[in-house]
């Protein structure tokens, strides 16, 4: 690429599509090039780089391994809202809520897992649809765990800390019965109440995973579409492993479960599926 303030050979652009599938699972075709080129730019000015032979050998270094997260960081798209895809919501409060009150109300632990939950609204969300539909003491029986590959993301998805205008399309009375005014002007906060039901936690998704299960829900959306399939088959196969049987996937508008995986689901609505045959599902852990 010629004309650009940094230098920008086919090599590097090779070796940053090495590192970003090694790293992230992030398949980089040559159509991305361009983007890979304007989200990386700013961390070039910022080490004071001439150019991204430099910065390649930089991120390949030990010295350069916390930027080597900055790099994943400035690759990953962070797009969500409150209640996106809302029929995955619709769907928890009139059918997987039952199955949820049921354990809870035999003092049975409940877990849920956003995976890649970004900036925190998905889990938030879930959060919010539980706590419309049960008493506190059914809630205390709900844990919400919320990963991210982006620690940066995750520091402030755990402040719960929201724009006015990230809450346009709650309910006047969602708003105001979860959420507080800060001392931010135009922000306000997701309440104690909800915040206390989310542990946000590091977690890359195409590495070994801390995590055992079993999940009575999963919401993993709109992340599948950046792998390839060889890792598409893996995540679907992992995520079978920690869902309980007859748990939930929820997954993104463009993607499907694909591979000798796809059997032990059944599908419950556009995107939705419902684990029916467990093999892997562990105690909880």
Same mark, same amino acid.
């Given at each position: 690429?010629?004309?650009?303030?940094?230098?920008?050979?086919?090599?590097?652009?090779?070796?940053l599509s090495r590192l970003a599938l090694e790293d992230a699972g992030i398949e980089l075709n040559e159509g991305k090039r361009t983007l890979?080129?304007?989200? /990386? $730019?700013?961390?070039?000015?910022?080490?004071? *780089?001439?150019?991204?032979?430099?910065?390649?050998?930089?991120?390949?270094?030990?010295e350069g391994a916390q930027e080597r997260r900055h790099f994943v960081s400035q690759l990953t798209t962070n797009v969500t809202k409150f209640y996106r895809e809302?029929?995955?919501?619709?769907?928890?409060s009139a059918h997987a809520i039952g199955q949820i009150r049921e354990k809870t109300r035999r003092g049975q632990p409940v877990r849920i897992w956003s995976a890649a939950c970004s900036s925190g609204e998905e889990p938030y969300s879930i959060a919010?649809?539980?706590a419309k539909h049960m008493t506190p003491q059914e809630l205390?029986?709900?844990?919400? /765990? $919320?990963?991210?590959?982006?620690?940066?993301? *995750?520091?402030?998805a755990s402040k719960g800390i929201y724009p006015a205008t990230a809450l346009a399309n709650l309910a006047p009375e969602l708003r105001q019965r979860f959420f507080t005014e800060t001392d931010q002007s135009g922000a306000l906060q997701v309440s104690?109440?909800?915040?206390?039901?989310?542990?946000?936690?590091?977690?890359?998704?195409?590495?070994?995973?801390p995590v055992k299960g079993p999940f009575d829900a999963v919401f993993c959306r709109n992340v599948?579409?950046?792998?390839?399939?060889?890792?598409?088959?893996?995540?679907?196969?992992?995520?079978?492993?920690?869902?309980?049987?007859?748990g939930f996937l929820y997954i993104g508008h463009s993607e499907r479960i694909t591979g000798a995986t796809a059997r032990r689901f059944t599908s419950k609505g556009a995107?939705?599926?419902?684990?029916?045959?467990?093999v892997g599902a562990r105690s909880n852990a």
């Open positions: 690429m010629s004309g650009l303030e940094f230098n920008f050979t086919e090599a590097d652009f090779r070796t890979v080129y304007s989200r /990386l $730019a700013k961390r070039l000015r910022s080490l004071g *780089l001439r150019d991204f032979s430099e910065y390649c050998s930089l991120i390949q270094e030990h809302s029929h995955h919501f619709d769907h928890l919010i649809e539980l205390s029986h709900i844990k919400i /765990l $919320a990963t991210d590959i982006d620690n940066k993301i *995750l520091a402030s104690t109440e909800i915040r206390q039901l989310v542990t946000f936690r590091h977690l890359n998704l195409i590495k070994t995973w599948a579409i950046y792998f390839p399939d060889n890792i598409q088959h893996d995540l679907w196969e992992n995520f079978s492993r920690v869902i309980a049987k007859d995107t939705i599926y419902q684990l029916t045959d467990a």
